[in-house]
């Protein structure tokens, strides 16, 4: 085993990272449903929404800066929780429909209410959060408590004015998108026109009108007439940032292909097919699963994609279809492992990505409550634990390192004590700032720049 | 099967990586995950793809390696294989089964291709009678394709000669032994729509069988056997 990834220094990171808050029961009280099933930050920042695998979204507000409270400043509090989905049963199939959210994507702000879709296998939902923080009084024939008044009693006309009120946080169902996919929806992706979104499933991705609940568009189809000759699904997509008519989306096999809306209705014909052919040396049973790519992320700039496999995250340039322009080894140390990794199933575990709001630094999760930054200018690399032992608040975050034999240091962790079971699937950066929200199991941590937090 | 994420020592497996038994060990987990997913109410697609790759995968290597290889173990293998390919092929046809036969309501395709929809309900219709062919074809076993062919074999007329069943006839309740279409024709469907109502035609025919399946069954309560 080579030691290029683990041995050597323990990477550093120009940022340091410290522990801002954490939200979550302690690991003995977890139930099923508060685990985090996903973490998206709106398009400011201001907001953060995650979704569980109960059906519930939690909304979580950045406290405004004050000079009063120095030391709220920034804090992510509770907005509101809702219940965004329930379980349900499909009589037909005898199935039941898990109301775990599978993706939360944020419209951007058009007026003074947000607004956020949110997703389980089979629907999507529209949400509009709204604040309500006065209320009328003075109505001529209703009193105080709603109820209408007696009319002889009413001698003169009052215009009711409004009154401040405590802040009330309203959320409603505004669209609901059922009926549109037979398998599972994996994404959902917001176009930058702010007008259509699309929701792909394993075979299938449709573009929807966000005003209009009972059509969809069927713009990618994978399923084969004969369900024997199935070798690939849609595994993630996404709308580019900027140009309303292209989309990615990858596959089981490693693929990706950017689509163009404009050359035809129905775009099973990619654009473009970003493929890296096999390393032969690396070849073994485990080659195709492993090149399954679980996440698609194009950079804020649009000009790249960043692809999760179960071992690397890759890099790729839009105008280079032959390969990644970076490659990066998350947790190469697990190669060894992988017939151990199949038989529990963890080689199936899909792990997000993520870019920081200059595109200059990725980040990904992995076991142990570990996660992964690369910055890609420096190329150096870092490993942080999201814990509760290891993260004192305000504390900055100690660099980990895994070992695989040869020396050891201090503090470093054998690949043989890892625990699978302890994985951070879902990660979010901040759009423009150096505070990251990471999901360990039901735990939300929101970490920030120790220059950051300091400054407020 | 181990539970998720339980530590145990590796060395054990990496050891047993070398070699054929490496082959055998990873075909086996293979086949027990696919009988565990099929036993599953709703297996998971994206899963059952990737195993079912990597076990193809390996026939073909083994086709490759065949002739160099002992031909006891040449035997053990090939059957294996072969039931491997059934498992995989009555996974991914029972999930097609399942997934698609549930219409979604209200769905009609784009403005532009509205002249087209009714000539394209009738295609659809026969590419799921193809899919329940194929279905009863394969060596899985899926209840409601065990109901067709057991249908198909009885002499329905007899049974029901003394009861009236005219609230049981159906224009759908023709025998399903239409010639399979030749794929070409599936793939020559020009658009791809919702399979809308076109689905609910084909679960009409199985809501037909079941009824009859379960008076036949109610006959026999009745009659004592």
């Known amino acids: 085993m080579s030691h290029k990834q683990a041995g050597g220094p323990p990477g550093e990171s120009a940022v340091d990272w410290c522990l801002y808050q954490l939200n979550g029961a302690a690991e003995f009280e977890v139930s099923e449903a508060d685990i985090i099933s996903t973490v998206e930050f709106n398009h400011t920042g201001e907001l953060l929404a995650t979704g569980d695998k109960g059906g519930r979204v939690v909304i979580f507000q950045r406290e405004p800066e004050s000079k009063n409270e120095p030391y709220n400043q920034g804090e992510y509090n509770v907005y509101s929780t809702f219940q965004s989905h329930e379980p349900e049963f499909d009589y037909l199939k005898s199935l039941e429909i898990e109301e775990k959210i599978n993706k939360i994507k944020w419209l951007p702000q058009q007026n003074a209410a947000h607004s956020l879709l949110s997703t389980n296998d089979k629907t999507i939902k529209l949400w509009k959060i709204t604040e309500r923080d006065k209320r009328p009084e003075g109505y001529n024939l209703k009193d105080e408590e709603g109820k209408l008044k007696d009319l002889s009693t009413v001698t003169s006309l009052q215009v009711p004015v ?295 | 099967m181990l539970g998720r994420g339980l530590k145990r020592k590796l060395s054990d497996y990496e050891e047993n990586m070398a070699g054929l038994s490496s082959r055998q060990l990873v075909l086996n987990m293979c086949l027990t995950k696919l009988q565990t997913y099929k036993m599953l109410v709703e297996p998971n697609l994206h899963r059952s793809v990737l195993i079912a790759n990597t076990v193809r995968q390996q026939e073909s290597n083994c086709c490759d390696l065949r002739s160099v290889e002992d031909p006891i173990e040449n035997s053990l293998l090939i059957v294996s294989d072969d039931d491997m390919s059934s498992a995989i092929s009555s996974i991914l046809k029972d999930l097609d089964f399942v997934e698609d036969i549930s219409p979604p309501t209200c769905l009609v395709p784009t403005g532009d291709d509205q002249p087209k929809f009714s000539e394209n309900t009738g295609l659809k219709l026969e590419d799921d009678r193809q899919d329940l062919k194929g279905a009863e074809c394969v060596f899985g076993s899926f209840e409601i394709s065990n109901s067709t062919s057991y249908l198909k074999d009885l002499a329905i007329d007899d049974i029901f000669e003394d009861i009236d069943t005219s609230m049981y006839d159906s224009d759908f309740c023709c025998p399903p032994l239409m010639p399979p279409r030749p794929p070409s024709l599936a793939t020559e469907e020009p658009l791809k729509t919702f399979p809308s109502c076109n689905s609910s035609s084909a679960s009409n025919i199985q809501i037909c069988r079941t009824d009859l399946s379960e008076l036949d069954h109610i006959m026999e309560i009745l009659v004592g056997s």
């Not at chain 1, 105008?319 to 490659?327: D, G, L, R, S």
């Not at chain 1, 390192?401 to 690949?415: A, E, L």
């Open chain 1, 162 to 456: 409004l009154k401040p009120m405590d802040l009330m946080v309203e959320v409603t169902p505004r669209r609901i998108f059922a009926n549109g996919h037979t398998y599972h929806v994996n994404s959902i992706s917001v176009n930058s026109d702010c007008e259509t979104y699309m929701s792909a499933d394993d075979l299938r991705i449709n573009l929807w009108h966000l005003a209009i609940t009972d059509r969809s568009f069927n713009i990618v189809d994978i399923k084969p007439a004969n369900m024997e000759d199935l070798t690939e699904v849609i595994t993630a997509s996404e709308f580019h940032p900027h140009h309303c008519n292209l989309f990615v989306y990858s596959s089981s096999k490693g693929s990706l292909r950017l689509c163009d809306m404009r050359a035809s209705a129905l775009c099973d014909k990619h654009s473009k097919l970003y493929e890296e052919p096999e390393d032969p040396s690396n070849r073994s049973f485990f080659s195709e699963i492993i090149s399954s790519v679980s996440d698609v992320k194009f950079s804020h700039s649009g000009r790249y994609m960043l692809t999760r496999d179960y071992l690397t995250v890759k890099v790729w340039d839009l105008n280079m279809e032959t390969k990644p322009v970076e490659t990066y080894q998350v947790h190469d140390y697990l190669r060894s492992k992988l017939c151990s990794l199949y038989e529990n199933d963890c080689i199936f575990d899909k792990f997000e990505c993520a870019w920081n709001g200059s595109d200059s630094v990725i980040m990904t999760g992995a076991y142990n409550n570990f996660f992964r930054m690369f910055d890609r200018n420096t190329k150096r690399d870092v490993t942080l634990e999201a814990s509760r032992e290891s993260s004192k608040p305000r504390a900055i975050l100690k660099p980990r390192r895994v070992c695989v034999g040869g020396k050891r240091r201090k503090d470093d962790i054998s690949v043989d004590s890892l625990d699978f079971t302890k994985k951070i699937l879902h990660t979010a950066w901040h759009p423009t700032e150096n505070i990251i929200a990471i999901a360990a199991t039901n735990n939300l941590y929101i970490f920030q720049d120790k220059v950051n937090s300091e400054m407020h």
